[in-house]
């Protein structure tokens, strides 16, 4: 279970920005699983429409990784610590304005 209570740190309260995963880059290494103590993420397959939107380079990035990607999961979570995006080897996530 996340720790919900504020964390050193964090930038915002939440709900007002959340993590994007650039779907081409990103490689399912969980990363940012592991260091959000919010619980924004999780590590899960691809959709097929997802899969399909990808370009040719993420697809083949997709398929060397099984398939799966970090996927936010909990966007009103988010506290703009960047942990996440501090530890992504792709540098496949930023955070952006929830609308």
Known sequence: MPNVMAVEG???VAG???PF???NRCEGKSDCV???????????????EDRAA???IGKLKSWVH???QSHVINTGNCHACRRCIDACPE?????????
Do not use: M, T
Not at 34 to 48: A, D, H, K, T, W
Not at 91 to 99: G, M, V
């Open 91 to 99: 540098n496949a996530l930023e955070l952006r304005p929830l609308i």
């Open 54 to 56: 990808l370009s040719l």
């Open 10 to 12: 964090c930038a915002e």
């Open 16 to 18: 007002k920005v959340a």
């Open 66 to 68: 099984g398939g799966k």
């Open 21 to 23: 995963v650039d779907r």
């Open 34 to 48: 592991r260091v959000c103590p919010y619980g924004v993420f999780e590590i899960r397959q691809l959709s097929p």
